[in-house]
T-cell receptor, first 108, second 111 residues
Framework: EPEVTQTPSHQVTQMGQEVILRCVPI?????FYWYRQILGQKVEFLVS????????KSEIFDDQFSVERPDGSNFTLKIRSTKLEDSAMYFC??????FGQGTRLTVV | ELKVEQNPLFLSMQEGKNYTIYCNYS?????LYWYRQDPGKSLESLFV?????AVKQEGRLMASLDTKARLSTLHITAAVHDLSATYFC???????????FGTGTRLKVLA
């Protein structure tokens, strides 16, 4: 079964630093999504991406966040200046799932 | 704004018992998903329910969907310890495949 692959699995960063989370979605899928899950809480939608453009974003997805598909295969989520409250699991997904294994981001 | 609520939030049950988790959502949607999440892990797809009256079963789990009542249930039959996990339902916004997740139900099955 096709998989969505995310790297790194765990990232620790200092507050104020930039981080880039990477995802390789299922090939031939056109819709991609990023979700966030703060520890012990529900999964929250961040942004959807279609045809190399953001199609929808949530209130969480502020100016500190950006998404790109730089090379036609990878799909990245960038946080420009991390805050403590950005600590969470970040999941990438293609349309109708499945979800990637996630990146645990810890901001210290 | 679409809201998805689950109850109970926490469920502790004995092995061998039956129980039902409920998922209510606030707007029209014909697609509902159930996921399992183990601590620190990703979301494992359990069921995809695509129409009113849909019922799917896998092992000790059975899911159903009533789109008129905006309600889905996940029924656990004769629970075993391996079913201990957090279960999420999710509803997608028609035409976008953007998922709105429920609050989750943390299930603990006691031996």
């Amino acid at each position: 079964e096709p998989e969505v692959t995310q790297t790194p699995s765990h990232q620790v960063t200092q507050m104020g630093q930039e981080v880039i989370l990477r995802c390789v979605p299922i090939s031939n899928h056109l819709y991609f999504y990023w979700y966030r899950q703060i520890l012990g809480q529900k999964v929250e939608f961040l942004v959807s991406f279609y045809n190399n453009e953001i199609s929808e974003k949530s209130e969480i997805f502020d100016d500190q966040f950006s998404v790109e598909r730089p090379d036609g295969s990878n799909f990245t989520l960038k946080i420009r200046s991390t805050k403590l409250e950005d600590s969470a699991m970040y999941f990438c997904a293609s349309v109708s799932g499945p979800f990637g294994q996630g990146t645990r981001l810890t901001v210290v | 704004e679409l809201k998805v609520e689950q109850n109970p939030l926490f469920l502790s049950m004995q092995e061998g018992k039956n129980y039902t988790i409920y998922c209510n959502y606030s707007t029209t949607s014909d697609r509902l998903y159930w996921y399992r999440q183990d601590p620190g892990k990703s979301l494992e797809s359990l069921f995809v329910l695509l129409s009113n009256g849909a019922v799917k079963q896998e092992g000790r789990l059975m899911a159903s969907l009533d789109t008129k009542a905006r309600l889905s249930t996940l029924h656990i039959t004769a629970a075993v310890h391996d079913l201990s996990a957090t279960y999420f339902c999710a509803v997608d916004i028609a035409g976008t495949y953007k998922y709105i997740f429920g609050t989750g139900t943390r299930l603990k099955v006691l031996a």
